[in-house]
């Protein structure tokens, strides 16, 4: 069975700054990944995801990811955050022909200024 | 635009009440899902529907049901509320295979008083 783990709770930066975000994913079988965020009092909303072809991955809002598969990671960066990034952020695996996703357990961001 | 659509963003009800949580999707995904979210907990999956009719229990079943009378609506039902059953609800939807992702709605916060 496949199984998430995302690295941080909590991750404070200032405005401004550059902010990764740490997923690691564990799976025998070859996987799909995402990154979901979640701003306060909302349901989750698709940043990116990684099916195949180029490892590196770009999304909404300034956000691209990178997937490597020798450390079964997939970060979440941006190299400039604002006030407006400040949500939760989740991680996710499927493998091929699966129903369900295994979510993370999130991180939260903050963007302080 | 495509959308998933929970009936309520806010609900308040008292110990003992029958529940319903209803959702509907427009996007003819075959998939359907009710988690809770809870702080510190992530997301926890309740329950899945694949089809009409067709459902399958998540990881925390318990004191919850579910109904599917038609492809687009997807129904959580709180037998006899209580008051740990207080919770963020999310539902979404997917595609048979997962691996393009799921659709979150914006989520129903409950009270149970």
């Known amino acids: 069975a496949q199984s998430v783990t995302q690295l941080d709770s909590q991750v404070p930066v200032f405005e401004e700054a550059p902010v990764e975000l740490r997923c690691n994913y564990s799976s025998s079988v070859s996987v799909y990944l995402f990154w979901y965020v979640q701003y306060p009092n909302q349901g989750l909303q698709l940043l990116l995801k990684y099916l195949s072809g180029s490892t590196l991955v770009k999304g909404i809002n300034g956000f691209e990811a990178e997937f490597n598969k020798s450390q079964t990671s997939f970060h979440l960066r941006k190299p400039s955050v604002h006030i407006s990034d400040t949500a939760e952020y989740f991680c996710?695996?499927?493998?091929?022909?699966?129903?369900?996703?295994?979510f993370g357990q999130g991180t939260r961001l903050t963007i302080n200024p | 635009d495509v959308k998933v659509t929970q009936s309520s963003r806010y609900l308040v009800k008292r110990t003992g009440e029958k529940v319903f949580l209803e959702c509907v999707q427009d996007m003819d995904h075959e998939n359907m899902f009710w988690y809770r979210q809870d702080p510190g907990l992530g997301l926890r999956l309740i329950y899945f529907?694949?089809?009409?009719?067709?459902?399958e229990k998540g990881d925390i079943p318990e004191g919850y049901s579910v109904s599917r009378e038609k492809k687009e609506r997807f129904s959580l039902i709180l037998e006899s509320a209580s008051t740990n059953q207080t919770s963020m609800y999310l539902c979404?939807?997917?595609?048979?295979?997962?691996?393009?992702?799921?659709?979150f709605g914006s989520g129903t916060r409950l009270t149970i008083v």
């Open positions: 529907s694949y089809d009409v009719k067709m459902k």
């Open positions: 979404a939807s997917s595609l048979l295979v997962a691996g393009y992702g799921y659709t």
């Open positions: 996710a695996v499927g493998i091929q022909g699966a129903q369900k996703l295994v």
